[in-house]
């Protein structure tokens, strides 16, 4: 508002000198000398290459084209302010006793470019002097002597750049009117323009302009509104030094309009909250943080309270911690590239959704927010306590997850989302005595599998939509269930009819323990160290499990009614096959087949081992005899011929 006050007073001065000297001198020669002299009392370069006309009815005024205001010398841009068309009336009576009362002030088609350079100095300072004799004065004394009846501004561009923050802002199509009869009094502004494409309608209204202006602060309210809802500011600024304290209210009623409006992507989902509103006390004390305090926001059902330091620059930085006594997330995990409330709805006929992600908007602020809450409803899944840190800087995310309650167990661990280049995600989580039906059932639609169990998790992938992310899924687990039962399959049974297709009543196995391991590659689950646990069977699996591809080819060999030494035994193979949809239970013949093959190699082995040995001995028993008839009868000889040679004999 200062830099239009300004700019309005050394215009007034081209009226007055335009209108003064008309009739003598030529328009040309009136514009150069008018330039020269608004430009000593701005200390920046005006020129005027468009014709001047005066006006003398209803108001003393003139008209002038195609002007242009230089910018400040540290600014890399030569032009401030350019218009195409200007108009200046002020009223002849009041000028005559010195005071300059605006009845009309025009700017038409106008590029203002607002900065403020690296050491905080803003462009529109201008501190120019008396062309004639130095003395700032003159041009001083008359923006204190100006009244405004109306000023307004047309089809103009507005851009901002703070070199200091980083901070960039671009309005388009602005129309602004602004009335101040009395410096002293109230003032006020009312407009209208384009910010990231969408439209905003500003009224705004300051008690004591002056006090605004200069070194004081005033009362002061601001209205924002557009399709996307409505903002609130009423408290108390000044600009020299800049400084506020201001309530705020929000009502929005549009998500998908102001998540435009603060360049967060450009999203049209209907799913989003059907309305935000929120309270809070905005500090500001100069530099380049604004302070929230006591803010409460309200989600549809949900209510957030908090606080939060905002760093202005390039990237926004967020700072706070919020708590939440009942937050409702239904609304985002029911969007087109999210998890739906029924699984099945996704998996069954069209596999992972292929909907490209739009986290855009992950790289236009920096964040680090602490969150509570005692309870997170996400539509297909409830959590309990909930208390995490999300910390945000450049388009990378971090959630460092201290405890997550969830289906009756806890979830810890970090969750990683990138996006500086190609879109990636890793995870580090450990569960701890979750139930694994409503779990599966919520993330793949199986449900059969009753237990409660844990579970160690490190994955890692790339890609811009759940199906890509699945496809390239990697990484390893391991884990570790409880006594629970199988539905759908009844291993005993089974093995009790030697039928691998057996049903019967309840079609269940029930099992004291299940753990193993797995690795994962290219999105594909492998296991080979599965081992179930039953009071009469006991179970090995292995296999491959499609996470991509919402596949499953897995074998279960279990082993029933071993002797009293857990040897021997009855085992029937089962393969299970085909999409999570659909999965077959039958035997695995060729796996039986093997097994069968296998145990009669194994008797072969054993029966010729057998025969071997009693050959063997039987062996070793006819050559010891012959050794030992041999022995003796070779001992007999000599005996014998030792006597006869004793005895003289030949």
């Known amino acids: ?123 529109w300072q201008m501190d120019g002097v008396n062309a004639g004799n130095g003395d700032t004065t003159a041009t001083s004394g008359l923006t204190q002597a100006i009244t405004l009846d109306n000023g307004r501004i047309s089809n103009a561009t507005i851009s901002y750049v703070d070199h200091q923050t980083g901070t960039r802002l671009l309005f388009e199509n602005v129309d602004i009117n602004l009335n101040a009869p009395d410096l002293a009094a109230k003032a006020s502004l009312t407009g209208a323009g384009e910010f990231n494409g969408e439209r905003v309608e500003i009224s705004a209204s300051v008690a004591k302009l002056n006090a605004f202006l200069s070194s004081g602060i005033s009362p002061l309210e601001l209205t924002a509104k557009g399709q996307f809802g409505k903002v609130e500011l009423k408290g108390r600024a000044g600009l020299s030094p800049a400084q506020a304290e201001i309530e705020m209210t929000t009502d929005l009623s549009d998500i998908s309009s102001i998540m435009r409006l603060v360049g967060l992507g450009n999203t049209s989902s209907p799913a989003l909250f059907k309305r935000v509103s929120g309270s809070g006390k905005l500090v500001y004390t100069g530099g380049d943080v ?204 089974m093995l009790r009819n030697l039928d691998a297709s057996y049903r019967g009543a309840g079609s269940r196995t029930i099992f004291s323990s299940i753990t193993g391991s797995f690795s994962i590659s290219g999105g594909v689950l492998n296991n080979k160290d599965l081992k179930f646990v039953n009071p009469i069977v006991t179970a090995a699996g292995d296999g491959q499990i499609g996470l991509g591809t919402q596949t499953l080819t897995y074998r279960i060999t279990p082993v029933a009614f071993r002797d009293g030494a857990g040897k021997g035994g009855i085992s029937v193979p089962v393969l299970l096959t085909g999409p999570w949809s659909k999965i077959k239970y039958e035997p695995d013949l060729k796996g039986l087949f093997n097994v069968e093959l296998q145990k009669q190699r194994d008797e072969a082995v054993k029966k010729l081992g057998k025969d071997l040995k009693r050959a063997q001995n039987a062996a070793e028993k006819k050559l010891r005899n012959q050794v030992d008839s041999a022995v003796k009868k070779g001992a007999d000889k000599v005996i014998g011929d030792a006597i006869k040679r004793l005895m003289g004999g030949n």
């Open 1 to 123: 508002m200062r830099w239009f006050l300004r700019l309005a007073s050394v215009f007034v001065l081209l009226a007055i000198i335009t209108v003064s000297v008309f009739a003598l001198i030529p328009t040309e020669r009136i514009a150069n000398f008018t330039a020269r002299e608004i430009s000593a009392r701005t200390g920046r370069k005006v020129t005027i290459s468009g014709k001047i006309k005066p006006v003398f009815f209803p108001v003393l005024g003139i008209r002038a084209r195609q002007i242009k205001i230089a910018n400040a010398d540290w600014s890399d841009t030569p032009v401030m302010l350019s218009a195409k068309s200007l108009l200046v009336g002020v009223d002849l009576g009041p000028l005559l006793t010195g005071t300059v009362k605006i009845r009309d002030f025009r700017l038409e088609d106008v590029d203002l470019r607002l900065e403020r350079s690296a050491s905080g100095q803003p462009n």
């Open 290 to 493: 604004v302070f929230l305090r006591g803010g409460n926001i309200q989600l549809d059902d949900s209510q957030i309270t908090g606080e939060m330091d905002l760093t202005l620059g390039t990237r926004p930085k967020i700072k706070g911690k919020l708590i939440a006594q009942y937050l409702d997330l239904k609304p985002l995990f029911s969007t087109p590239a999210g998890i739906t409330a029924s699984a099945s709805s996704n998996t069954r006929q069209k596999g992972w959704s292929k909907t490209p992600f739009d986290l855009s908007g992950l790289g236009a602020v920096d964040a680090d927010i602490a969150f509570m809450a005692p309870s997170i409803y996400l539509g297909f899944a409830k959590l309990g306590a909930t208390q995490i840190r999300m910390r945000l800087q450049a388009g990378r995310m971090v959630v460092n997850i201290t405890k997550i309650e969830a289906y009756d167990g806890v979830i810890t661990g970090k969750y990683v989302l990138n996006t500086r280049k190609a879109l990636s995600m890793s995870a580090d989580i450990k569960a701890s005595g979750v139930k694994l039906q409503p779990l599966l059932v919520n993330l793949t639609d199986f449900d059969r599998l009753i237990a409660t169990g844990d579970m160690s998790l490190g994955v890692l992938t790339s890609g811009n939509s759940i199906d890509a992310m699945m496809q390239r899924l990697s990484g390893s687990g391991k884990i570790n269930i409880g006594a629970g039962e199988f539905v759908g399959l009844d291993l005993v049974g």
